[in-house]
């Protein structure tokens, strides 16, 4: 049992994720896409921010909560969507949902979940969010979208940055795909990381098979290990500006759009009424060459900033970066990796260790900026 008292930032978790899963399930995590070089550009774009602080004032009563869409929350990010995080805990959807509703935030679910959204809204509620890739059967599509809206999803979040299968060659040496290559080097790995063959595959087994892709319906819905789901369920390279006006037109609560980079493309999901932006390069996972989203950013807000939610994903690590993000005019970020960490090594207890790491370096950090709130995070903080 790892002890997750012992970890003290994000990096710590990441080495505690590697001892623990079959270097496939780790690679599938950490990897990017090709020579990696997006994922190592986030890092660094974050890294070249200079804060200004000021002093000295009083910032002994220091508040991160934030209004998101009129209703507060208690610090500002939350949980992206992540698929496949239930094969790295044992239904870890469910641990990534009660730790952001005790951390008062909201959290995202991904599409490729292995638990099933609805019983995530009855079991633990909070502030649910849904993450959409749009099929090329477009009527299942619409049918899912019905679906977390019946069941009370607050947002939808629709992924726009993966109209195909990213080049990530670590996954096929691995055999990692839909459905699984099982080989002797990964059986034998899997072997090899017994806390995670114990804790997590043998409980989906024993609790009735191997992982599923829950979300999809039930006539599609395959195991990992059987037959590749069919085509209709894949990616799609034929979503466009229409498609996006037709899912505002279908789901009643908020709408995000997820992958925007560029400011002309910012104004148009505005302007088809967009309630959210991301801007992201998916964590450097599918094009190697995209500009790092601390690079984009500025130019979002440039375009639309004060029109609608900007959030920003790619790299955050610490409390520190949110506060470089706010600077730069996003309303909030979002996190994948780090939370996804956090469930691989220690399931909701995992998750709430990291959240609870990157409050303490937020208010930490704020009052050595010298803000007591939020909304006193500026771009007069930035230096030069």
């Known amino acids: 049992m790892t002890d997750l008292a012992g970890l003290y930032n994000v990096a710590e978790f990441r080495r505690a994720a590697k001892r623990r899963l079959p270097k496939w399930l780790f690679e599938y ?3 990017a896409t090709e020579d990696e070089i997006a994922v190592r550009n986030n890092r660094a774009a ?11 004032f009083d910032v002994s009563n220091r508040d991160l909560g934030t209004s998101l869409f009129g209703r507060t929350i208690d610090m500002p990010m939350l949980i992206a969507p992540t698929g496949g995080a239930g094969l790295m805990w044992f239904e870890a959807e469910l641990g990534l949902a009660r730790a952001a509703k005790a951390a008062g935030i909201p959290y995202c679910m991904a599409t490729g979940s292995q638990v099933p959204f609805e019983r995530v809204a009855r079991e633990v509620g909070g502030r649910l969010w849904f993450q959409l890739y749009v099929w090329p059967a477009r009527e299942i599509t619409y049918e899912l979208v019905r679906r977390v809206a019946a069941a009370g999803a607050e947002a939808l979040v629709v992924t726009v940055d993966t109209p195909v299968s990213p080049n990530r060659e670590y996954n096929a040496r691995n055999g990692f795909g839909v ?3 099982l080989t002797a080097a990964n059986l034998t790995d899997m072997t ?21 892709m829950r979300n999809h319906p039930p006539e599609y819905n395959r195991r990992r290990t059987r037959p590749a789901i069919a085509p209709r369920l894949g990616l ?10 037709r899912l505002r037109d279908l789901f009643p609560g908020k709408l995000l759009v997820k992958g925007i980079m560029h400011p002309q493309d910012a ?10 932006l991301v801007v992201s390069n998916h964590g450097g996972r599918n094009l190697d060459a995209a500009m790092a989203t601390f690079d984009a950013l500025p130019g979002v807000v440039a375009a639309v900033g004060g029109k609608t939610t900007i959030i920003v994903d790619s790299g955050i690590r610490r409390g520190l970066d949110i506060i470089k993000a706010r600077a730069l005019g996003a309303d909030l970020v979002q996190t994948g ?13 995992g998750v709430t260790r990291v959240l609870d790491l990157m409050r303490h370096e ?3 950090a704020m009052a050595n900026v010298g803000v007591r709130t939020i909304d006193e995070i500026t771009a007069d903080l930035l230096a030069g």
């Open 46 to 56: 974050i890294e070249r921010i200079r804060i200004l602080p000021r002093a000295p």
């Open 192 to 212: 090899l990381h017994p806390r995670w063959l114990l804790g997590t595959l043998l409980k989906y087994v024993l609790a009735g098979g191997l992982p599923e």
């Open 236 to 245: 799609s390279d034929t979503v466009d500006r229409a498609e996006i006006q």
């Open 29 to 31: 995590i950490d990897g």
């Open 267 to 276: 104004l148009d999901m505005v302007a088809l009424g967009a309630d959210g």
């Open 179 to 181: 459905p699984l290559r």
């Open 362 to 364: 937020l208010t930490t």
């Open 337 to 349: 990796r780090a939370t996804l960490w956090g469930a691989s090594v220690g399931g909701e207890a």
